[in-house]
């Protein structure tokens, strides 16, 4: 479970750059990412929209295994 400071750091940086919120997030090669950067370059709004939506409420636990982890994942 990310502590509060990462997740404030994600959500700064999805305001500013959405797809690099989404990245460190879910990983580079997800779909929440791929939809992320269709959606920042149709607009930048409904990219930050989708931004936020996508760190705060999508469970990333059910989605990782082994070979899909973002770059400061850590199993305690």
Known sequence: MP???EI???LLIAILLPPLGVCL?????SVEFCI???LT???YVPGIIYAL???V???RDEYFDEY???LYYYSA
């Not at 997030?25 to 090669?29: A, D, I, K, L, V």
């Open 3 to 5: 502590s509060r400071c």
């Open 8 to 10: 404030c750091c994600e």
């Open 25 to 29: 997030r879910h990983g580079c090669c």
């Open 36 to 38: 992320c950067l269709l």
């Open 41 to 43: 370059i149709l607009g």
């Open 53 to 55: 939506y996508a760190i």
């Open 57 to 59: 409420f999508v469970d």
């Open 68 to 70: 899909r982890r973002p």
